[in-house]
C-alpha cells in the first residue's frame, strides 16, 4: 500500500508482465466464448 513507484507517474515495471498475462487470458476466454457460440 506504501509503493511510491506506484503514484509517481511512471508505468510499473513489475506489473507489465502480469497485464500482459491477464490480457492473453481475456482474449482467450473471449475466443473460447465466440469458437463455442459459433459452434452451438
Not at 509517481?8 to 498475462?21: D, E, Y
Amino acid at each position: 500500500m506504501g509503493d511510491p513507484d506506484r503514484y509517481s507517474g511512471k508505468p510499473p515495471k513489475r506489473g507489465c508482465g502480469v497485464w500482459i498475462l491477464i490480457g492473453m487470458a481475456v482474449a482467450l476466454a473471449l475466443l473460447s466464448a465466440l469458437v463455442l457460440g459459433f459452434l452451438g
